[in-house]
């Protein structure tokens, strides 16, 4: 139980560095590029333990447990990357 909530928690930061890449460099800003992060990342691992894998969602606390598990850390490192991407490529 504990392996799938690790593969969970680092497909979430997978997820982050990746869409705080993409963000920094497309250049988007503001309150549309925070809900287009958390739609994307609790969309994508909403269907990765509901299709792909096909778990019992109850075992693991019900569906809100495993959607939020490493949410706000995953959340704090796209902030971190996306930042760090858009003021080194467009900073004046």
Request: proline content about 1%; charged content about 15%; glycine content about 8%.
């Amino acid at each position: 139980q504990d392996e799938f909530l690790d593969v969970i928690y680092w497909f979430r930061q997978i997820i982050a560095v990746i869409l705080g890449i993409i963000w920094g460099v497309v250049p988007l800003k503001g309150f549309v590029g925070i809900a287009v992060f958390c739609l994307i990342n609790a969309g994508v691992l909403y269907l990765y333990f509901s299709s792909f894998q096909q778990i019992d969602e109850e075992e693991y606390g019900g569906t809100w447990e495993l959607t939020k598990e490493g949410f706000m850390t995953s959340f704090a490192l796209f902030l971190v990357v996306w930042i760090i991407f858009y003021t080194a490529i467009h900073y004046d």
